[in-house]
């Protein structure tokens, strides 16, 4: 079955849903990333987002497209925590219950956070158990309507109002933008983000940008098909360690990006370190990727516009603290 | 000699003059935040704010406002570190030296931030010299024009435009203010954000906030004339432990302030927790002391629209990893 691709009118549509329920986040500058880099750097704060990460976009977005039964079967979702936050506090609002199959080994942060929202979280060993496995057996079990963390088009649209709201703040300035720069899992927030920039900046040059041992993202757009990461643990950057990309957002960047950035662990906690003692930002290590990425770099760009992406900022005090020390 | 005291119009003076130097930090709002306190509060970071605080803007208005020759004399100030940076990165932008005489037991990364501005660092003992002192010597053997961190009317025009922009922004919204805190040491951003508040929103309450045991702005509003502290040292609020308030800022603030508010240490610890857990902002503990009253009176009242002021977020990991921890 040919799967529905999402188109920029998707993302305008999902600005109206999302306006006064997400937050619009500021475009934000910093002058010593601006020295460092030799860039003139956007900041997009998503870590500011309601939930911490920019994941309340897609879910709220996704949920609102639902009927009013399928939301009286409830929500059901995979996702390491953001994901699961957003689905959490979106069907809350909706009025609906909701089940996140996590990690055993996810951010205690993220957990307490989800079961904040009343949603029902529900643990798996990433070592023995697939979670798509466990999630189906949720499924049946409860009947409940699965909004899949990035393979999903309206989720995609949600995340796609990061890009639209980069691009009018940056066409109200000076209407000038060089690269882009996403934090990217599975690709969904890459992908709309994608769909908007490139709509109102055909020319800038857009990037998706991971941690290193999992970067089936960048061999995918090298390639041209879907590869996978050769293990499914092992990286701080919890948020963003997909299998490999996601279809529905792979057909829109394989033709929209320029290509793959990459980055080490070590390299996500600098710039972790960087966003406190600098931005006065706390961003959690899959949300400090692009950041990580401008500042390894951004000399080669130097005098360009680049707008980064900070995707997110539930980090656990143990992570956070061996960053800044 | 009768000093001059600021008013509404050397606000819109000095937001002329700051334009495009300062950042027009966001207005922010945090479901959080709103859900645990009851109101509907508004957030205006100035931790993002160049130098890591609002110092600057107060630091370059002043400085714009001096004529060349004095201008090459070079800038001196007394700061425990924020004024410091202020200073520091305003008189690089116009070229001139600075000297700051900072406690010796100042904040390490005020200290280090400082001299990233090129600016001399000349430290005393808290405990055994008087800063004005050697302030006055530093004076004597330099020429130079020193820009007090409070008790300059220039400085409190530039301090003024958070409450304009804090103005302008609610009132581009839906134009309700009923209460606003301001993070209080000699007085200066008090008086600043007062005068602009006041001017458009002549209902709204003003408060001081302030940490226990170094309540002289409190007790200053109760007895109509300017107390002291006890003592000189001894709170983790290092960014706001002035001797007494200024005298030109209490001038307006004597007319315009509803009170002050106080918050324990520990209530300064737990404030910055929560913005490292919700609001995702990295804040110091003097910038925290009005989120601390929020989160301390909001429940009394409820409903109402509250406008907090996050003044820095030049803080230590050490103290960072306390809070968070």
């Given at each position: 079955m040919s799967e529905y691709i999402p188109t920029y009118d998707d993302i305008l549509s999902a600005a109206k849903t999302i306006n006064g329920e997400a937050v619009r986040t500021p475009l934000l500058r910093n002058d010593a990333l601006d020295k460092v880099t030799g860039c003139k750097v956007y900041i997009k704060p998503e870590n500011l987002q309601r939930t911490g990460s920019f994941k309340f976009r897609g879910a709220y977005n996704a949920i609102s497209k639902l009927n009013d039964k399928e939301r009286e079967r409830g929500i059901l979702?995979?996702?390491?925590?953001?994901?699961?936050?957003?689905?959490?506090?979106?069907?809350?609002?909706?009025?609906?219950a909701s089940t996140i199959v996590m990690p055993a080994d996810a951010p205690v942060m993220k957990v307490e956070r989800t079961k904040s929202y009343d949603a029902k979280v529900i643990h798996f060993d990433r070592a023995k158990e697939d979670r798509d496995v466990?999630?189906?057996?949720?499924?049946?079990?409860?009947?409940?309507?699965?909004?899949?963390?990035?393979?999903?088009?309206?989720?995609?649209?949600?995340?796609?109002?990061?890009?639209?709201?980069?691009?009018?703040?940056?066409?109200?300035?000076?209407?000038?933008?060089?690269?882009?720069?996403?934090?990217?899992?599975?690709?969904?927030?890459?992908a709309g983000?994608?769909?908007?920039?490139n709509h109102h900046f055909p020319d800038a040059k857009i990037y998706s940008s991971e941690p290193e041992r999992f970067e089936d993202y960048k061999?995918?757009?090298?390639?041209?098909?879907?590869?996978?990461?050769?293990?499914?643990?092992?990286?701080?950057?919890?948020?963003?360690?997909?299998?490999?990309?996601?279809?529905?957002?792979?057909?829109?960047?394989?033709?929209l990006l320029h290509s793959g950035l990459v980055v080490s662990d070590e390299e996500a906690l600098t710039a972790i370190k960087f966003a406190y003692?600098?931005?006065?930002?706390?961003?959690?290590?899959?949300?400090?990727?692009?950041?990580?990425?401008?500042?390894?770099?951004?000399?080669?760009?130097?005098?360009?516009?680049?707008?980064i992406i900070l995707s997110g900022g539930n980090v656990d005090p143990d992570i956070f603290v061996r960053a800044i020390s």
């Open positions: 979702a995979n996702s390491s925590g953001n994901h699961a936050q957003g689905i959490g506090d979106a069907s809350r609002m909706f009025g609906c466990v999630l189906a057996r949720v499924e049946k079990e409860t009947g409940g309507v699965i909004v899949h963390p990035y393979n999903n088009a309206m989720v995609i649209a949600g995340q796609g109002t990061v890009g639209l709201e980069i691009a009018e703040d940056i066409m109200a300035l000076d209407g000038e933008l060089d690269r882009v720069i996403a934090c990217t899992g599975g690709g969904g927030l890459t983000v994608a769909l908007a920039i061999r995918s757009l090298k390639s041209g098909k879907l590869e996978r990461n050769a293990t499914t643990a092992g990286s701080i950057c919890d948020a963003i360690i997909a299998p490999t990309p996601g279809s529905v957002g792979f057909e829109v960047n394989k033709n003692e600098e931005l006065k930002l706390v961003v959690e290590p899959g949300g400090a990727v692009a950041l990580a990425a401008v500042l390894k770099y951004g000399k080669e760009w130097a005098g360009e516009t680049v707008t």
